[in-house]
């Protein structure tokens, strides 16, 4: 587009930086410079294209382009082997070029290309598939540059492990380019396969890589295994510094490293730790001026578009992608304003985006953001499952096709299903917008609800993964709208893996809890079976006491009311007679137990009764006492007591002794 067109330049400039995320005014205004104020041919060089390049309607350029046919389109799979060679050229690779669209119209929609660099013991072969293919296709291009039968060829390297024959390539969501290795274990190696065997043994090892950051003043060390990227680890640093990877300035990659496909254990970096240093650039002039003076600097775009790749991938029209939908065709909001119950917005949205987008989505948590951190942060510590909070925006140029195209892609809604509670809200409101940083801020603090609230409309949507971690919840990473299935699935396992790991270890401070609680648990029960032992001793000890006191107290009474009756039989007993009386006396002897002897004198008159209340008298009562005649033996104590003593033949004299009655 020239700088004369229909379109104002403010208005290219602003669409310009809207696609890109360019902020920096100046460095945008150089870039559109360049192009003649072209904004795809623009958009174009600064985020290259994977399929169907964007061409500018600019009249001698649709003169000079021919237009596409589908019969001269070269093969779809080639391979070319080699020992170092890099991947086809941007020259090569586009062998084919669409018809000129006019400005609005959807571009055609070509076939995804793969890269392949396959590495078999001293020999890379590059492949270039289709996504539609399968890895039996893979196998039988190299079965003919390897001379390897596909029976005896193991294909290993894939991220998600190993894979079948028959698997197609679009099923694994894999990036553009990839690197892969061949493993013949019934192949004897020969002499010249030393070299293979020890790559394959720095595919396995672990680099440490130092990575210095120069505007934070901070150094990241990192593990990496043999077998990631260069580009990988960019992306990685991506996610640390905020840098994009077109953005990055890297010094202290070896000289061999000269694509970012290329694996750490074939770079050449240091074993078993390398230093780097990465830095944001300025500007594109300021960047040329720095790569002529300072030659040993490694400077990278991401040929996969890492800003704003999916929108020509996933075949959306410029006026999706620049936002000139009218306000006619705008669907209802996906959550009403002012909503009182959380619950029934959630409703809402979850019907709103099942409309929009079907019915293969993520499944939302109906309920406030508290409940859901209540549901999945303050249970068992094996229950437990990190949030994603989706936030969406309308206004947003992303919003249609990561609701689309990536959260809404299977393998993405089987994984937020399984590992993580899903909740969502809308941004597009402003009472909703200002709502949910209320929120945010009671629950993660202000800083976070500031990040949020930092972020432009373009850079929605956000996915927010959040986890609980000991008495507070941490944000572990916010993804943004511009990004890839694949990527956005790495990014996902990869704060799984955070989850994981502090799971784990807060399943182990649980169990050690428990087994504490436990402990104590037995000790209380310990401790009260013993006070409850001690305390049923202590009572059984004080029953014992109060019935010795009882019985003390029944013991006294009963000695009490003795010795009432013997003073009462002692003072009704007659006086004892004197010996020289007129009437007849008879003079008894009595042997008490202890061996003592009572002796007194009775008239022999007296009857019988009187003797037993002497005896009484002396604490012998005649209940418990029988008294005994010597000889001959006789029990007194049965006889009539109204028998006088001379009828009981106890006169005038007799020896009587007192035995207990049994």
Known sequence: MASGSNMDREMILADFQACTGIDNIAEAITLLEQNNWDLVAAINGVIPQENGILQSDFASETAQSPAYDPGSQPSVATAAPSSSSPPPSSASASAFCPVVPVRGAVVERQPRMLNFCVEYRSTNVDVVLEESSSVGEI????????????????????????????????????PKNNSLYVLTPDIAPTATTSQSGALQESLNQNFLLVISHHEAQRDYSLNFPGSKTIQEVKRNIYDLTNIPVRHQQWEGWPATARDDSMTLAVAGISFPCHRLTVCRRTSPAH?????????????????????????????????????????ASRKSPMMPENAENEGDALLHFTAEFSSRYGECHPVFFIGSLEAAFQETFYGKARDRKPVAIYLHHDDSVLTNVFCSQMLCAESIVSYLSQNFITWAWDMTKEANRARLLTTCTRHFGSVVAQTIRTYKTDQFPLLLIVMGKRLSNEVLNVIQGNTTVDELMMRLMAAMEIFTAQQQEDIRDEDEREARELVKREQDEAYRVSL??????????????????????????????????????????????????????????????SGEFLERRFLGSCKLQVLFDFVASKGFPWEEFKLLTTFPRRNVTQLDPTWSLVEAKLFPQETLFLEAKE
């Open 532 to 593: 409850e032992a001690d305390r049923a001793k202590r009572e059984a000890q004080e029953r014992e006491m109060a019935e010795q006191v009882r019985l003390e107290q029944i013991r006294k009474e009963q000695e009490d009311e003795r010795e009432a009756i013997r003073l009462s039989l002692e003072q009704a007993l007659p006086p004892e007679p004197e010996e020289e009386g007129s009437e007849p006396i008879s003079k008894l002897r009595i042997r008490t137990p």
């Open 139 to 174: 196998k039988q291009i190299l079965e003919t540059e390897l001379h390897v039968p596909v029976s005896r060829m193991q294909l290993k390297g894939w991220k998600t492990g190993d894979v079948t024959d028959s698997t197609v390539l679009r099923s694994l969501h894999l």
């Open 287 to 327: 960047t040329q001026e720095q790569t002529e003076e300072c030659t040993d600097v490694h400077m990278v775009s991401d040929s996969e578009g890492d800003d704003f790749e999916d929108a020509s991938e996933f075949g959306v029209d410029e006026g999706e992608i620049f936002g000139m939908g009218t306000s």
